[in-house]
């Protein structure tokens, strides 16, 4: 079921899927998608979750406010669960959606059970990355994809040990030799992550998806 939340002074809207009586799962879309990029595995976490999947800002048919800061759009995420009543929840993040959910988990800590990061990249720069050239895609909101760039290409030095801040259990996927981005570094920097590698690119979860199911649900029930 597709609901919204006036939430952080925007509008987000959400999926809902599963048992309110079921332990609160958490989806968070990469840059570019919606709650749509979950479709085939959000019923499969939901035969055992109540799954939550918002469209992050400037994406989907949530607002689109012109301030696209990674820790702004994980500050939404945390107003999502008070509007929801959820006090602690499991958390997966794909690409830009993870690093929603690491911002999110080392600057509150208490409201995260479990973490999934799925192949994002190592705060640490990018060098040889092209240049964003816009097209005619209307999903999302191309100053998202400008404002957001710097957090992957050149991000905060001080976020490698704030990183360490992160108490939850937390699995990092990695798409392997395909993927553009360095998620076995962002592992080393989590206390305690795990680092299982999948063989599929970026979109571990379309390209791998029953790995990728395979993986997150022996964590989770770990």
């Known amino acids: 079921m597709i609901r919204e939340a006036h939430v952080n002074g925007i509008k987000l809207a959400y999926r809902e899927e599963g048992d309110p009586a079921a332990p609160p799962l958490v989806l968070v879309h990469g840059r570019t998608a919606n709650h749509n990029d979950w479709n085939g595995v959000i019923r499969h976490f939901a035969a055992r979750h109540h799954v939550f999947a918002p469209d992050l800002r400037g994406h989907g048919a949530s607002d689109r406010p012109g301030e696209y800061a990674?820790?702004?759009?994980?500050?939404?995420?945390?107003?999502?669960?008070?509007?929801?009543?959820?006090?602690?929840?499991?958390?997966?993040?794909?690409?830009?959606?993870?690093?929603?959910?690491?911002?999110?988990?080392?600057?509150?800590?208490?409201?995260?059970?479990?973490?999934?990061?799925?192949?994002?990249?190592?705060?640490?720069?990018?060098?040889?990355?092209?240049?964003?050239?816009?097209?005619?895609?209307?999903?999302?909101?191309?100053?998202?994809?400008?404002?957001?760039?710097?957090?992957?290409?050149?991000?905060?030095?001080?976020?490698?040990?704030?990183?360490?801040?992160?108490?939850?259990?937390t699995l990092v996927l990695s798409g392997g030799r395909l993927s553009p981005f360095d998620a076995p570094g962002l592992a080393r920097l989590i206390p305690g992550a795990e680092l299982v590698t999948i063989e599929a690119g970026h979109l571990i979860h379309v390209t791998e998806r029953a790995a990728f199911l395979a993986a997150v649900d022996a964590f989770l029930d770990r």
């Not at 994002?120 to 964003?132: D, E, F, H, M, N």
């Not at 998202?144 to 710097?150: C, D, L, N, S, Y």
């Open 70 to 169: 990674v820790g702004t759009m994980a500050e939404d995420v945390v107003a999502l669960l008070d509007h929801l009543g959820l006090d602690r929840v499991r958390l997966v993040g794909h690409s830009l959606g993870g690093m929603v959910s690491y911002h999110l988990a080392m600057r509150h800590p208490e409201r995260v059970e479990r973490l999934v990061l799925e192949d994002v990249t190592a705060p640490y720069p990018i060098k040889g990355r092209q240049p964003l050239v816009e097209d005619d895609s209307t999903g999302f909101d191309w100053r998202m994809m400008h404002q957001t760039e710097p957090f992957i290409v050149d991000p905060d030095p001080a976020l490698a040990a704030e990183l360490g801040k992160i108490t939850a259990p």
